[in-house]
């Protein structure tokens, strides 16, 4: 076939033509050229579009129209008002007759679509049984016009793509009188099983597959094509191609009989009678599945990855019709073993959030990463890489794997390196170790250095510095944690051996942290709220950000004040985790905090005092009247609550790394957008640490004053200032994974069933999980998804959460029990329950989604269950 300006050979285009033959005919492309049996056709190219769009007044009227924002309809009214060139329908007719003028499909080819994370499925427009050279010029048109529906500027606005770079080809191909059609799946798109193969089939063309019209045959096969699970369709509806061109569709079974007529472009008369009853229950043979699965393998190996494929059977032979990624595919199912899942909740609580792509190569590598691979190799244990605890695909993080540490010759020493360490290093001094005072310098010498007017490369060297500053309370931990776990271990002996082993978790809770500062702090701030009736007011009608404004009222001034100090002293505290450098701090969403306020300005709950039970309960223990055992006991309890404070207190001081480091990374982030790589400061995350270091080696210079480093400065250390190929570069692998993640939203890091086991429902309960905090509440259910809700809590709700970390901590003064997705004894969640004397129920796995707000409900916390209103059940 001849090869012009406009139009070229389907065979002669590849996975590397995007640009110039959109997704769909670069990966059909990709396919012939590996052999694969794709019908013959041609691309009209984006050439094409763009020589349309130059060479006529359509140019100019859709820049206006863009301009002024104008709907799809008043777009594609212009597309029809203009007439095609010349040059371009001569080529078209030329390349159309070279495929011997047969009936075709006319198939739309964008150049953002069939991409990883933006598959574009649906969004421009196929005509398919098109006969005819004015039929076939009048699809190519209303293809190039689908390039503006509704649909498909809503779908680019979604995933990030200017309007104005967008383009379009169109695939024009022999049209196959589909037997059967359908599509397949290179892995199993709701498991995420790599070594399945899903098919969904149905007679004539795959149109009614695609569109929803029928309920399909469903195969699931493995990987060698062999049918593993199947369940027949209906056939509702049967879609034909008619000999003189168009389609039609027919009733199917347990249908009335009778005909329905679709008309493609420029086709004519069609008729149809209904389907006979050996076409009814027609399905694919053992061969055609094993082919079927064969060209999937092949497939997901030529692109890297499973495809989402379209194909066709005709006189027994199947043909590929189309490929392209498959898009929110979950990852390939985990098994967990026993340590595991015992572990798993732990690292869920740290992991609330999918870790963007700076969070991982940044803090949790060189920071946090460092402090856990630095404490496991205390005690000769290696910590697995950041790597293998979240594994990505194109960038994105797109699953948590709880580590198996492992240990090494080393680890036989770590008994001895232990004792000496407990008896070295006692968990109740440890604020006035050396190190921590460091630790304390060098957090205020980061602060003071204002990343604005630095140099590019001594920005990320701030970054650096910070990563490396967490070292202090990387050997802090290494030196005083055993200390603060070993009572702990000798509690829990000691209370084995007096027939008390449940008393241990209620008996270390309540102990003095930072934490617990910080909450009666916000209680203070509480009390000055309700010492301004208008403050109080506007606490009562207005929603936290719009607060935030209000204080700014000079009436307010001496409550702003109280704020503006609590801040200083506690405002480096994470909103979301301390594993995530991306997520605010309260300084930086202090929204976050008036929504505590505003939480605890309702009646103050008063809990049952679980610890002073669980503690005289003990003390009544006949063993406790001998002397030296009652001094061991209470003093293993003071120990252990010691050890509870240190660790509470460490990752407290820990988060005070986040404020400078987030500057930092934000102020690239600031001068990246004003190069044009990024559209928001933001958008920073979506890159890697040392992609963000490389940007040196690229980059022509910027201000030093913090100007944000424009493309046309001269000095040598602002990354701001990249070349143009490489800003068009990096910022395209900034939209690249925006997409992805936005198309791993809703597929969590770590399905709770496969942590959780499977529970049996209760008699009546609603849910269940595990019993973490003795008692019985009853109240009306509140969902709290984020720290942005928290300020719709009312005294006396069920806190139902998916997670809580110590910022939610002030939630537990105002709720009458609390009820958790994930979790379990030795939570954040059950701990401060415990301190409050509140009920919960940990690790249900489906709380947030089977509890409504306003649902009336009984929390039993020494069962672990959560049943109606009303159920009064022993």
Known sequence: MTHSAFVGPLAGFGAGNIALAGGKGANLGELIRNGFPVPDGFVITTRAYAALLDSTPLGGNLAELLQSGADGARIRAEFAATAVPPEISAAVAEAYAQLGSKTVAVRSSATAEDLPGAAFAGQQDTYLNVAGEDAVLAAVGDCWASLWTDRAIAYRQRQGIDPHEVAIAVVVQEMVPAEMAG?????NPVTGARGEIVVDASSGLGEAVVSGLVTPDHYVLDGAGRLTAYAPGRREVVIHAYDDGGTGGSRGIGENNGTSESRGAGEGRSRVGAPGAAELQRSLSPAQLAELARLARRAAELFGRPQDMEWAVAKGRVHVLQSRPMT??????????????????????????????????????RGIGAMLRGM??????????????????DGVVVRLVPPIPRPTLRTLAAPL??????????????????RFTAFLAEVEQLNARDPQPLRWHEITQLAEDTFRAIHWITELRAAYLPGAFVPQAKLRLLLLLLGKPKLAAAL???????????????????????????????????????????????????????????????????????????????????????????????????????????????????????????????GAVAA??????????????????????RRALLELGRRLTAAGVLDSPDQVHHLRFDELQTMIIHGGSGSGSGSGGGADSDE????????????????????????????????????????????????NALVSGTAASAGRAAGRVRVILSPAEFGTLASGEILVCPYTNPSWTPLFQRAAAVVVDAGGLASHAAIVAREYGIPAVMGTGTGTTVLRDGQQVLVDGSAGLVLPAGDERA
């Open 376 to 393: 496991a190799g205390s005690v000769g244990v290696r910590f697995p890489s950041i790597q293998q605890l979240l594994p990505e695909e």
């Open 328 to 365: 929110a595919l979950p990852p390939q199912p985990v098994t967990l073993n026993r340590f595991q899942r015992l572990m798993g909740p732990f690292f869920l609580e740290m992991f609330t959030q999918r870790p963007y792509p700076l969070d991982v190569s940044g803090w949790l590598d």
């Open 508 to 634: 270390i809770a309540g102990a003095e942290t930072r934490t617990s500062q910080a909450n009666r702090g916000l209680e203070q701030l509480a009390e000055g709220v309700r010492r301004y009736p208008a403050l109080s007011a506007a606490f009562g009608e207005l929603a936290p950000t719009d607060l935030l404004d209000r204080l700014g009222d000079p009436e307010f001034a001496g409550f702003r004040a109280d704020f503006d100090a609590f801040l200083a002293e506690y405002g480096h505290r994470e909103t979301v985790s301390v594993v995530l450098s991306s997520a605010p701090t309260w300084s930086g969403a202090p929204d976050v905090v008036l929504g505590l306020v505003k939480a605890m300005l309702g009646e103050r709950r008063e809990g049952a005092d679980q610890t002073g039970q669980a503690l005289r309960e003990l003390e009544r223990h006949p063993a406790l009247r001998i002397r030296p055992l009652r001094r061991q006991v209470l």
């Open 716 to 763: 040598d250390d602002d990354g701001g200032a990249l070349p143009a190929a490489d800003r068009g570069r990096y910022r395209r692998v900034v939209l690249a994974r925006e997409a992805k993640r936005r198309e791993l939203e809703g597929i969590p890091l770590l399905p709770m069933d496969a942590l959780f086991a499977r529970r049996r429902r209760q008699g």
């Open 640 to 661: 252990a609550k010691t050890g509870i404070a240190f660790r509470e207190d460490t990752h407290f001081y820990a988060t005070k790394l986040l404020p400078p480091l």
């Open 417 to 434: 390196s232990i004792a000496v360490r407990v008896r070295r290093f006692r968990p109740e001094k440890w604020t006035e170790d050396g």
């Open 183 to 187: 599509v397949m799946f290179g892995a």
